[in-house]
């Protein structure tokens, strides 16, 4: 299994600008994640999705759009770059184990994606 | 993350114990994570405790939680170079399974050991 993957593993662009990051998946997890990354805030999730065909919004949802089409994809486009979306990307997909008969869910991450809007 | 906090830095020398600390605010925070992301890398998950739980060991690694205080601790014991990294530490709220099994992580802690 190659896990979570994500590409491009770095991208530059300029304010205006759109593009896509690509998070795939070879685990069969229903669920999958994009949070960001900025220093002394922690990851905070920007969308979510619970199986094919939806997503929800998660903290920070806004000037990000995703898409899950297929089970082993989840999407993240930002349809016109600002500065303030320089950071880091994380994708991460979440395995649900039982544990002494309790559901346990365990996110497994993708290795990142820098971002800087200039 | 703002409601799950972490002290941003800690130093140790390689052999002594290392405690991170990590206070949160939801009572119903039904279980809770420490998660090490090395440079350059992705999060890992290194352990988990559930809320009815006051301790779980590890290994080298301890975690104690307070459910009174809100406090969850991550003890790693004889640290070693390879120990350095952010480690965060992340609550699921409310019920079990459902609610798209969402996270909320704490704002990171950097660990640096020194020979």
């Known amino acids: 299994n190659a896990g979570v993957t994500q590409t491009p593993k770095f991208r530059v662009l300029k304010t205006g600008q759109s593009m896509t990051l690509l998070c795939a998946q070879d685990?069969?997890?229903?669920?999958m994640y994009w949070y960001r990354q900025d220093p002394g805030m922690g990851l905070r999730l920007i969308h979510y999705s619970v199986g094919e065909g939806t997503t929800a919004k998660g903290e920070v949802p806004d000037g990000y759009n995703v898409s899950r089409l297929k089970k082993q994809n989840f999407l993240l486009g930002l349809e016109s770059a600002a500065p303030s979306q320089t950071s880091v990307y994380f994708c991460a997909s979440l395995k649900m184990a039982s544990f002494d008969g309790t559901v346990l869910g365990e996110q497994y991450f993708g290795p990142g994606t820098r971002l800087t809007v200039t | 993350g703002e409601d799950v906090e972490q002290s941003l830095f800690l130093s140790v020398r390689e052999g002594d114990s290392s405690v991170i600390n990590c206070t949160y605010t939801?009572?119903?925070?039904?279980?809770l994570y420490w998660y090490k992301q090395e440079p350059g890398a992705g999060l890992q998950l290194l352990t988990y405790i559930f809320s009815n739980m006051d301790m779980k060991q590890d290994q080298r690694l301890t975690v104690l939680l307070n459910k009174k205080d809100k406090h969850l601790s991550l003890r790693i014991a004889d640290t070693q170079t390879g120990d350095s990294a952010i480690y965060f530490c992340a609550e699921k709220r409310g019920r079990l399974t459902g609610g798209g099994n969402k996270l909320t992580f704490g704002t990171g802690t950097q660990l640096k050991v020194e020979l």
């Open positions: 939801d009572s119903s925070s039904t279980y």
């Open positions: 685990m069969n997890h229903e669920y």
